[in-house]
């Protein structure tokens, strides 16, 4: 068996050796900088006894210089080295690099509004794109501002928009922008494809996660209903899906905004009227929720997507 000494060389030159790391770490510019405005706090011994943090500390990169949070080298990815004395010992802890920070930032945002069925262009849109060019545009425009500012200062009892119009006016376009408008101060919305959004809830029941994707949108803290009456309506879409979810956003009075081409009275026929027959009755209760919860709002003009 070969001796302590022969693996690691003679005591001169493992000093040696030593001695030459001390020095190249201790000429690294940051650990230099370090040394220097501690010490009043180290001793030699001390910087001898902790060497192998100082070496660890300058292997890394202490400044950010734009790389992005994959591509971070640092031994704790997404953290940059501190050294500080604690205990009449050099010790390294790591704090948060800006692309960490940026990354997580990042992730909240793209949580912040949750989408079911909704186009790439309706997600990105934003309150200032709004076609002002009409009347009827503008005071959406004015309303749509001001819900936004009551949501953001925390007013209760804040009702939403009942969009409605002809199609291709830009109403889902406008939803899209007030959940950008609330997702620059931090709060979250939901956006559903309503007719879809109805249809993925059948494969619920095979799965068992009906109950669940119900609850989500339920009980989303901005929930924004698009393009409500185009659904087929059946008595189990009607008195199962959209009559329970509205109860519930009425009675907790949760921000709800939605999209239609029909107008109050044209949604309330729609709801009504099933391969059952007519149930005037279950129709007026729910437009009473919508009613309780939205202000409508009609856009007319030309199709906007022709644009």
């Known amino acids: 068996m070969k001796s302590f000494n022969h693996i690691m060389g003679e005591s001169d030159d493992l000093s040696k050796r030593i001695e030459k790391i001390k020095k190249v770490v201790i000429n690294d510019p940051d650990v230099k900088q370090f040394l220097e405005s501690h010490k009043s706090e180290l001793t030699n011994a001390m910087i001898d006894e902790d060497l192998n943090i100082l070496q660890e500390y300058k292997d890394q990169r202490k400044h950010y210089d734009g790389h992005a949070y994959k591509d971070c080298p640092n031994f704790v990815k997404g953290h940059i080295p501190e050294l500080y004395v604690e205990n009449k010992h050099i010790k390294i802890r790591y704090l948060p690099c800006p692309c960490k920070i940026k990354y997580d930032e990042e992730k909240f945002n793209a949580?912040?509004?949750?989408?079911?069925?909704?186009?790439?262009?309706t997600l990105n849109a934003k309150l200032e794109d709004i076609y002002m060019d009409r009347r009827d545009r503008l005071d959406v425009a004015m309303a749509a501002n001001q819900i936004c500012d009551k949501i953001?200062?925390?007013?209760?009892?804040?009702?939403?928009?009942?969009?409605?119009?002809?199609?291709?006016?830009?109403?889902?376009?406008?939803?899209?922008?007030i959940a950008n408008q609330l997702k620059t101060e931090k709060?979250?919305?939901?956006?559903?494809?309503?007719?879809?959004?109805?249809?993925?809830?059948?494969?619920?029941?095979?799965?068992g996660?009906?109950?669940?994707?119900?609850a989500r949108v339920r009980e989303a803290n901005i929930l924004m209903l698009d393009d409500i009456g185009a659904e087929e309506i059946t008595p189990w879409a009607r008195d199962e899906v959209i009559g329970p979810l509205l109860h519930y956003r009425m009675v907790q009075e949760l921000p709800t905004f939605f999209s239609s081409n029909l107008s109050f009275e044209e949604l309330e026929y729609h709801l009504s009227v099933t391969r059952d027959g007519t149930e005037k009755t279950k129709a007026a209760r729910i437009m009473e929720r919508i009613k309780t919860l939205s202000d409508p709002y009609y856009l007319e003009g030309k199709n906007y997507r022709n644009d």
Do not use: C, W
Request: proline share 5%.
């Open 111 to 121: 949580h912040l509004i949750t989408s079911h069925h909704m186009q790439r262009d």
């Open 152 to 177: 953001t200062n925390h007013q209760s009892q804040v009702k939403g928009l009942y969009l409605y119009g002809p199609f291709g006016t830009g109403k889902s376009f406008i939803l899209g922008a």
């Open 187 to 207: 709060i979250p919305s939901t956006i559903v494809y309503l007719p879809e959004f109805i249809r993925s809830l059948k494969g619920g029941f095979k799965d």
């Open 209 to 214: 996660s009906f109950e669940s994707k119900l």
